[in-house]
T-cell receptor, first 114, second 114 residues
Framework: NAGVTQTPKFQVLKTGQSMTLQCAQD?????MSWYRQDPGMGLRLIHY???????DQGEVPNGYNVSRSTTEDFPLRLLSAAPSQTSVYFC?????????????FGPGTRLTVL | DQQVKQNSPSLSVQEGRISILNCDYT??????FLWYKKYPAEGPTFLIS?????DKNEDGRFTVFLNKSAKHLSLHIVPSQPGDSAVYFC?????????????FGTGTRLQVTL
């Protein structure tokens, strides 16, 4: 069981470039989400999905797109990177929607936008 | 508007003594509270949680206390060990359209010294 995996671990982009952050889980979890962590801000929810084909916006969705074509994968797309998107990105998954369903986090992707 | 606040960015405690990490929240809709622990270059991992119907939950060396009237919770670690050195995030949960969403605090870096 690999749990939640994220690629790449590190990425440097130039302003205006696009890229996709990959997230995969092998626990057959229905619920997946993306967070960003910034200094002094804690983790903030970007987008989440309650199952294949269903996504919704979180607290800070602007500038990001997501899709969920399979249960396992939940990629995060930056269409036109901006310096404000420099952050550490965490993907998480859980078996259910209730608050007692533990969320498992991936190791993170550190993104720098120049 | 920070709905979950951890006012101490760092805390240093001697090995064997008690560590007390504090968290305050403002949203009365939060009904479940969690603590996550994060080591460098890793994702957060779940530590302990408490429902709003309780005022205390204990798991080994870790105890979480909830004071609903004060909108305050705290994490006690007794005795503290060097391996407890990490960043601790307080998180609160409220169900939105049937899905639980976490709101994180900014984190407290705990250093346990020998």
């Amino acid at each position: 069981n690999a749990g939640v995996t994220q690629t790449p671990k590190f990425q440097v982009l130039k302003t205006g470039q696009s890229m996709t952050l990959q997230c995969a889980q092998d626990m057959n979890h229905e619920y997946m989400s993306w967070y960003r962590q910034d200094p002094g801000m804690g983790l903030r929810l970007i987008h989440y999905s309650v199952g294949a084909g269903i996504t919704d916006q979180g607290e800070v969705p602007n500038g990001y797109n997501v899709s969920r074509s399979t249960t396992e994968d939940f990629p995060l797309r930056l269409l036109s990177a901006a310096p404000s998107q420099t952050s550490v990105y965490f993907c998480a998954s859980s078996s259910g929607l209730a608050h007692y369903n533990e969320q498992f986090f991936g190791p993170g992707t550190r993104l720098t936008v120049l | 508007d920070q709905q979950v606040k951890q006012n101490s960015p760092s805390l240093s405690v001697q090995e064997g003594r008690i560590s007390i990490l504090n968290c305050d929240y403002t949203n009365s809709m939060f009904d479940y509270f969690l603590w996550y622990k994060k080591y460098p270059a890793e994702g957060p991992t779940f530590l302990i949680s408490i429902s709003s119907i309780k005022d205390k939950n204990e798991d080994g060396r870790f105890t979480v206390f909830l004071n609903k009237s004060a909108k305050h919770l705290s994490l006690h670690i007794v005795p503290s060990q060097p391996g407890d050195s990490a960043v601790y995030f307080c998180a609160a949960s409220a169900s939105v359209r049937g899905a639980s969403k976490l709101t994180f605090g900014t984190g407290t870096r705990l250093q346990v010294t020998l």
